[in-house]
């Protein structure tokens, strides 16, 4: 299958304005990292957008550009930073408390680091129980503090210059919570924010600043925020491209590349435990019951969607899964998380892989950032609204279609993704069938 004619895309003009609800360890790993390879101090490691090439054609044809010049991208000279955290600290203050990269990286971009100074955040204790800081919006309700995150996008992008926005949330955990009556449509969700409901969510305040400033939106915690009907309408009725949910960095990732693996050759799982230590704010954040059961939900979600247990019962029917996550201060930035998977193979026989994944979560999270920034400026300028499933690819609990189970194979998701790029440009699919090599 090919598309003849490639998808008008405007061409990615101007300043393009990137908005972050939370600028702690993730978003200053991001942002320090590039303005460090603006200046050419360092490579853009673990970016699609910026590393990797796309083949076009059969193999004989030898053409693989990168994608960065595939697509019409924004350039990294191109973004701007602003953003919001409930701490006051500028960027390079926050990039240093959170310790992640060396401080003689960090003083080589001390001035734009230092520039950023977070916004005054939407935020509930009820929501995030085990921080609490002092920039915040304290006046009026619920709608008018999105009323307040609306003017202080609009004031953004006048002192910018940007000519196009994006947002991505790269705040803490919020609690776990469903669904509601409030959440279905637009009148009732406006109504509920007048009323301070406890139902809506900061996070879903940001998201309906976002979609009603016509700004995409891309959620990188396991919160319940704009997948919600009221949001997920808006988004589709004024065209705008949304994504999430929860970043895929550390041990979901390990998950993503092992299980498939497994399932291929058709090897069998008894169990599956996992556990982690880390000393970030998020790890501080997740040691509360209700911000842990957000994150729990989407860690647990990956395997049973790509072993499916009702097709191969024999296999994984009888899977014990459980994820831990411990609060553990030494460790700061640099995550360490253990998996022991007891498998079965011919005859029953079992057998063990023991996973020990010293990774640092922010390093793993910042290109991860950057991609969905670029790619989701590209959807909107592509005329691409609503969820972007392509995009499932940097998330633990991807976004789909109602009535649709998401896809969490990496190898199927990366293939969705180059896939969709080449269906823009108007270049043929590639299914991997290979038989016209053999005609």
Request: glycine share 8%.
């Amino acid at each position: 299958m090919s598309r003849q004619e490639p998808v008008k895309i405007a061409p990615a003009e101007g300043k393009l304005g990137v908005l972050i609800p939370g600028i702690g360890a993730v978003s200053t790993t991001f942002i320090a990292g590039v303005e460090a390879i603006k200046q050419g101090l360092a490579l853009p490691v673990g970016s699609l957008t910026q590393m990797a090439t796309i083949r076009l054609g059969k193999r004989t044809e030898g053409r693989s550009p990168y994608i960065r010049d595939f697509v019409p991208l924004a350039g990294l000279n191109d973004l701007v930073f602003g953003g919001w955290d409930i701490y006051e600290d500028t960027a390079f203050e926050a990039a240093k408390n959170a310790a992640v990269l060396e401080t003689a990286l960090l003083e080589q971009v001390r001035e734009p680091l230092s520039a950023l100074k977070p916004m005054k955040a939407v935020f509930e204790q009820e929501y995030v129980k085990r921080i609490t800081g002092p920039n915040v919006k304290t006046e009026g309700t619920k709608f008018d503090k999105a009323q307040a995150l609306i003017e202080d996008i609009r004031n953004f992008k006048s002192e910018t210059g940007a000519s196009r926005l994006v947002m991505v949330w790269c705040g803490s955990t919020e609690v776990f919570h469903r669904s509601s009556e409030v959440h279905q449509s637009l009148a009732s969700f406006e109504e509920a924010m007048k009323r301070n409901d406890p139902e809506i969510a900061p996070s879903q305040i940001y998201a309906y600043a976002s979609l009603m400033s016509g700004v995409p939106f891309a959620n990188g915690a396991p919160n319940l925020t704009h997948d919600i009907p009221v949001l997920l309408d808006l988004a589709r009725e004024r065209n705008i491209p949304i994504c999430g949910k929860d970043f895929k960095t550390g041990q979901t990732f390990m998950k993503t590349l092992l299980a498939p693996g497994l399932k291929s050759r058709m090897l069998g799982v008894h169990g599956w435990f996992s556990t982690n230590i880390l000393g970030n704010r998020d790890g501080e954040v997740l040691e509360d019951p209700g911000s842990f059961k957000s994150k729990e939900e989407t860690k647990l979600s990956v395997l049973d969607q790509i072993l499916q247990p009702d097709l191969y019962p024999d296999l994984y029917a009888k899977l014990y899964h459980a994820v831990r996550i411990n609060y553990y201060p030494p460790r700061g930035d640099s995550k360490e998380g253990w998996d022991n998977i007891d498998i079965f193979g011919w005859l029953g026989y079992p057998m063990q892989i023991k996973i020990d994944f010293l990774c640092r979560d922010s390093i793993l999270a910042a290109p991860l950032v950057l991609d969905l920034v670029l790619f989701l400026d590209l959807a909107q300028r592509a005329g691409m609204k609503g969820i972007q499933e392509w995009l499932s690819f940097y998330f633990k609990a991807p976004m789909t279609a109602p009535g649709l189970y998401p896809e969490h194979d990496i190898f199927i998701q990366l293939m969705k993704l180059k896939n969709t790029l080449r269906w823009m440009r108007g270049e043929d699919l590639i299914t991997h069938l290979g038989l016209e090599y053999y005609d």
